[in-house]
């Protein structure tokens, strides 16, 4: 089956900093999803990418669909102790069921104030 | 605006004991909903998914079942609970046809610990 891989597994920076994570996948998707989830908390959508090459942000976040269609990346700026959380990325790949997503492992993100 | 809800919040269950869970979905009609299950504060499993009442696809063999008696009401069960069934449950909604379809939306989820 289709299968992503999210990058790095976790992260430990300093309030202030910015953030990159990724996601890449060796076929072809045609949708790139990405999740916060707080502690205790279902998760909650970020941003939603339909175009390869598309750039969207949402306040500090600011996620893009690569160009090969297999990989996207988000990244936030200026970290506050409230991004703390678990990141997904997910995806519809090319021939995928059209009520189903895949979903990344999630990068793990704690800021230090 | 859509909202979705989950019952209950957390829930302890002996081994061997029935499990019941809830998610209803408000605000929309003829959503595509999902149960997952996520251990240890990672990776998300789907469980079931259904396209409509009394449609349920099931995506990994096991003790649990999922049934839809109403369009927007989406229920978890299980006859007898393994301690392995312990995790967060978690149940989500996407429109049924509409460009963004692939969007699925969580609910706050369900802590069952099986002892």
């Known amino acids: 089956g289709q299968q992503l891989n999210q990058s790095p597994q976790s992260m430990f920076i300093q309030e202030g900093e910015d953030v990159s994570m990724n996601c890449t996948s060796s076929?072809?998707?045609?949708?790139w999803l990405w999740y916060k989830q707080d502690p205790g908390e279902g998760p909650v959508l970020l941003i939603a990418?339909?175009?390869?090459?598309e750039l969207t942000s949402n306040g500090r976040l600011t996620a893009q669909f690569g160009i090969t269609r297999k990989d996207s990346f988000l990244n936030i700026s200026a970290s506050i102790p409230s991004d703390v959380g678990i990141y997904f990325c997910?995806?519809?790949?090319?021939?995928?069921?059209?009520?189903?997503?895949?979903f990344g492992k999630g990068t793990l993100l704690t800021v230090n104030p | 605006s859509q909202t979705i809800h989950q019952w209950p919040a957390t829930l302890v269950q002996p081994v061997g004991s029935p499990l019941s869970l809830e998610c209803t979905v408000e605000g929309t009609s003829n959503p595509n909903l999902y149960w997952y299950r996520q251990a240890a504060g990672r990776g998300l499993q789907l469980l079931f998914y259904s396209v409509g009442i009394g449609q349920i696809s099931s995506e990994v063999p096991q003790n649990l079942s999922a049934s839809r008696p109403q369009d927007r009401q989406f229920i978890l069960s299980s006859k007898k609970l393994l301690l392995s069934d312990s995790g967060f449950y978690l149940c989500?909604?996407?429109?049924?046809?509409?460009?963004?379809?692939?969007?699925?939306?969580f609910g706050p989820g369900t802590r069952l610990t099986v002892t």
């Open positions: 989500a909604w996407s429109a049924r046809t509409s460009r963004f379809s692939y969007e699925q939306y």
């Open positions: 076929s072809i998707f045609n949708t």
């Open positions: 990418l339909y175009k390869a090459g």
């Open positions: 997910a995806g519809r790949g090319s021939g995928g069921s059209n009520y189903k997503l895949t």
